[in-house]
């Protein structure tokens, strides 16, 4: 094969690569190859191919050959995505040190090797190299944005902030840096400024899902929008970002026959540390195998010892990580899936643009994200009666809701958990409020009726566990909330965040009394502390996303505790703080009582799951003419 020729034929093989179809890329680079095997163009492509195609070592090898040889500023960019595709961070970081040694006046190499020491959680050599690049170019806006990430991984909040709007002022019209710092303010309890920038952001890209969908997540942290207005903004998203897939809904090749096995496919990112992942285990290990073959997609960027735990469970387990929409869904259909179930909603590592092609018969969503899909093609919303009454809610969801017969999700506790100890009110001569949610969850309205309660406790102190509050702009931020409601910083005690979930269970030791967030309830955080004795007052509101601990307690067998209005809230608050009777029974009583209920019966649970999947399934056999 002459060069001309080899260049032709390398020319198509990019053209094959660029419209995804890497395999023929591959054949193509193969047979250059073969005939010169160092050729570095197409072992460059090859590589790219093999890596698109998941056969990473091969690719990875082919690549790093490449870059060895090739000391290319210009790909620095594609050697960089490409690895950290391939996963190989170890072998990506060890090229860019060398090149940085060779080069230390060379911004872009530094840049680079910062990121990948930030996806390798590195974030002191991150922050030097990130540096180093911003001292050779300071006018380089990813540079900026990398820096905040860095900041952001450190929990330095305020300074992400900084340097994101540092990018923003060097790319005005940057949809990303206005992305993130939207992210960054909802992560600092202020989603309603966050409100502002996103709707600035999904202006600029009305069709990018992601964007889109983390506006969507903001929204359920407000207080300045209905639940109306909240699903109105999710049929927005399914029309600018979903609708036109509906085209791509094929006929279904499944048996139509009621009483068969079923395949259920349960999509998540979060098979790894993370709440979905310990409501979802247990109900994955109570499975009837012999009804149910079990399949889970998982979009895991960085999978963790939680992931290889998934991995040992009798299921098939699929990694759809770096996949696009349509191969996963190629997938799903060649595996013969019945019911898919969503696991994630809008939520970062969801894949809700799957959905929209539905690439199963029965479509579902549970569990992840505390609010409708806004899909027309998903069939259904599992829920129970509480956290969605009969004939109030349907009208929020593009989904029927399907109503478990007791809770809409099951809490297992985890295995040696802490001793309940002494109520911490008879130690102190003072009442310990607490307050473990996510701090996003927070705004002014909450910071008030929080003031209220501790205005009509005197003495009563505020235990606020919250990512990033040891350094001073956050705590301060906190501090000012209180102070402008007349409260004295001094009865605030703030703690960080622990990412041990032995050493969180252990801080409810040094609580009386849990004040749930609203509009937005907790769920993790409510199940943990009853099951650590501790009362959890939450105000229910009209939607699913103010119910959900209206739900937990009532099936945790504790309904007295939940609140129907602001004035009961800061009423039941009040009146437990001065029955120190009533602390100590739930106290004493609290962790037998939710571990007979409903909330940890888990095998139970499973079984009610499982026959609600054989309603769906014997309903759509029924539309579709099959056996019942």
């Not at 809490?411 to 003072?430: V, W």
């Amino acid at each position: 094969m002459d060069s001309k020729l080899q260049s032709k034929q390398l020319d198509i093989a990019y053209f094959h690569h660029k419209l995804g179809r890497h395999l023929l890329a591959l054949e193509i680079c193969s047979s250059v190859l073969a005939a010169v095997p160092d050729h570095p163009e197409a072992l460059y492509l090859s590589a790219l191919s093999r890596i698109q195609l998941k056969d990473y070592e091969q690719g990875t090898r082919e690549l790093l050959a490449v870059m060895a040889q090739y000391h290319d500023r210009n790909l620095y960019n594609e050697y960089y995505e490409n690895l950290k595709q391939a996963r190989k961070l170890a072998e990506s970081r060890a090229l860019f040190e060398e090149w940085a040694r060779q080069d230390r006046d060379d911004f872009l190499v530094h840049y680079f090797l910062g990121l990948i020491c930030l996806d390798s959680h590195d974030t002191v050599n991150a922050s030097i190299e990130i540096e180093r690049a911003l001292e050779l170019n300071p006018e380089h806006a990813p540079t900026w944005s990398a820096l905040a990430g860095v900041r952001n991984e450190q929990q330095r909040f305020h300074e992400a902030e900084a340097y994101w709007r540092k990018a923003l002022e060097l790319v005005p019209d940057s949809y990303i840096y206005l992305h993130n710092i939207a992210g960054i303010l909802k992560a600092r309890g202020r989603a309603d400024e966050g409100e502002q920038i996103y709707r600035r952001t999904v202006d600029l890209v009305p069709t990018n899902s992601g964007v889109h969908s983390n506006r969507l997540i903001n929204m359920l942290c407000t207080v300045g929008y209905t639940p109306e207005d909240i699903f109105r903004a999710h049929q927005e998203w399914e029309q600018k970002c979903a609708h036109t897939y509906l085209k791509e809904v094929r006929q279904f090749n499944n048996t139509v026959l009621s009483g068969r096995p079923l395949r259920i496919g349960y999509l998540s990112g979060d098979y790894r540390c993370h709440p979905v992942a310990f409501f979802i285990q247990p109900v994955l290990l109570q499975h009837d195998r012999t009804n149910f073959e079990i399949h889970l997609y998982a979009n895991i960027e960085r999978p963790d010892y939680i992931t290889e735990q998934f991995k040992r469970i009798n299921c098939v387990w699929h990694d759809i990580y770096g996949e696009d929409d349509v191969s996963v869904c190629d997938m799903i259909r060649s595996d013969g899936i019945d019911i898919l179930v969503d696991l994630g909603g809008h939520t970062k590592d969801g894949r809700l643009l799957v959905f929209a092609r539905k690439p199963a018969p029965i479509q579902v969503t549970w569990l992840g994200y505390a609010n409708t899909t806004g899909l027309l093609t998903v069939d259904y919303r599992i829920t129970d009666s509480i956290a969605d009454p009969p004939g109030t809610t349907e009208h929020l969801h593009s989904e029927a809701l399907f109503r478990l017969p007791r809770c809409f999700i099951s809490y297992c506790a985890p295995i040696n958990p802490p001793a309940i100890g002494p109520l911490p009110a008879e130690r102190n001569g003072y009442v310990t409020f607490g307050a473990f949610n996510n701090f996003a969850k927070t705004n002014e309205p909450l910071f008030l009726l929080w003031s209220e309660v501790l205005h009509r406790v005197p003495e009563s102190r505020l235990l606020m566990k919250v990512m990033g509050s040891r350094y001073e702009p956050l705590s301060n931020y906190i501090y000012e909330q209180f102070e402008g409601n007349g409260i004295a910083r001094k009865r605030i005690i703030l703690h960080d965040w622990v990412s041990d979930v032995m050493a969180h269970l252990e801080m409810f030791n040094s609580v009386d009394i849990a004040l749930d967030a609203f509009p937005y309830n907790g769920t993790t955080t409510t199940c943990e502390a009853l099951f650590m004795g501790v009362p959890v007052v939450s105000l229910a509101g009209r939607a699913h996303v103010s119910r959900v601990g209206a739900s937990l307690l009532a099936n945790a067998g504790f309904p007295e505790l939940v609140a129907e209005s602001e004035n009961d809230y800061i009423e039941k608050a009040v009146g437990l703080a001065g029955d120190n009777t009533q602390l100590l029974h739930y106290r004493t009583c609290m962790r037998a009582t939710v571990s007979d209920s409903p909330l940890m019966d888990t095998v139970t649970f499973t079984r009610c799951l499982e026959s609600a999947y054989r309603t769906m399934w014997k309903n759509w056999c029924q539309n579709h003419g099959g056996e019942t």
